[in-house]
Every structure is written in C-alpha cells, then in structure tokens.
C-alpha cells in the first residue's frame, strides 16, 4: 500500500502556504498541489475541501462565494499560524520531493508492467492473425482476448477524449467542480452496472 503523501497536518499547513501565495477557489488548490508534483500526485476533492472546511472552522481561512466559484483566502490568524510553524515547511518540502519521486517510481513501474502486458496481447493477436490452428479461432478464450482489447482500447480512447477536454477547459481558467462530481458519480455507476453485468 502506498504510504500519504503528507504526514499527518502537514497538508492543512501546506494549503495555507499555497493560500498566503494567493486567493483561491478550491479546484485552483488542487491544481496547485498537482503541479508542485508535477502531475504525480492529484488530491481528490474529498480530500481537499474537508480540510479547507476545517480550516475556515479554525477561523485560519474565509471563503467568498464568486459566482459560481467558493474562494478561499487566508486571515491573519492563519498567517500567524503559518509564521508560527515556517519551520515545519522546510521539512515538508523535503518530503514532497521524497514523495515525487517515490510516485514517479511508481509510475514508472506501473507503465513498464502496461508495456509488457501490452507486448503479450500483440504477440497474442500476432499468432491470432497469423491463424496458429483454426481451432485457436473458435476458443473462448481467444475470443475473450479480443474483447478485452476492444474494451480497453474503448476506456482509453474515452480516457484521452475526456482529458484533453478537461485541459482545455482549464487552459481557459476554467473547470467548474459540478463538473468533476459530475463525472465522479456517472464513472461510478457506470463501473457498478459493468460489474452487475459481468457478475449477471
């Protein structure tokens, strides 16, 4: 299991430094904190807006609604707390490098198991095409072969659409929430139907 990314407080302290940076609404903190990994690390909105929520509890933060965005701002209280514990971020700095690179690890790991199970379904579909037995042709087996790679190719292709969309919402200093929790819940019962159907 992969261990947190923050210890434990440290992610409360670090969205006040990014807030004393400068206002911002929640999906900009998120963002923000990607980027500082460079795209290793993305923090969910569950994870996110409970601790700015804490936060402004605390009275460390305010929030305005504009338009349809909540901007989050630090109060002096929470830049006393920020002078107050300064030190600690140096640590953490330290440990968000730590981090980077143990998920950058991680994905590389995770891309050169992909890149082998993907020379296996080539060498597969290769000896497929080359009809190795016709016999072959007539297994479940091959045939469930070919369907998972329908399938995959299907998600990716959905996968790489929806990302490039998403981006240039972004690119435009937009991307409302609604439209995350929006596509969180429809993956959602999509997966469950799937796996109804697959259990049916």
């Known amino acids: 299991m992969t261990p947190p990314v923050f210890a434990h407080g440290h992610l409360r302290l670090y969205l006040l430094s990014l807030l004393s940076e400068r206002s911002m609404h929640g999906y900009e903190l998120i963002q923000a ?10 923090p ?36 006393a707390e920020l002078a107050a514990r ?10 968000l490098g730590d981090s980077v ?5 991680e994905v590389r790991l995770s891309v050169n198991d992909a890149m082998k199970t993907l020379r296996a379904d080539l060498a597969a579909a290769t000896r497929d095409a080359r009809g190795e037995g016709t016999a072959g042709r007539d297994d479940p087996r091959v045939a469930a072969r070919m369907s998972l790679r329908d399938a995959e190719a299907a998600i990716n292709d959905f996968r790489q659409q929806l990302r490039s969309d998403l981006r240039a919402e972004v690119s435009l200093g937009r991307l409302d929430p609604a439209i995350v929790e929006l596509i969180t819940r429809r993956l959602t019962e999509l997966r ?6 697959l259990r049916g």
């Open 33 to 42: 904190l990607s980027e500082r990994f460079g795209g290793t690390y993305v």
């Open 44 to 79: 969910s909105a569950g994870t996110i807006y409970p601790r700015l929520a804490k936060l402004e509890e605390d009275g460390l933060v305010t929030k305005q609604s504009d338009g349809r965005k909540t901007v989050y701002e630090i109060t002096a209280a929470g830049r």
């Open 86 to 95: 300064g030190h600690e971020l140096d640590g953490i700095e330290l440990e």
């Open 101 to 105: 690179r143990r998920l950058a690890d």
């Open 192 to 197: 469950r139907e799937v796996t109804a159907a």
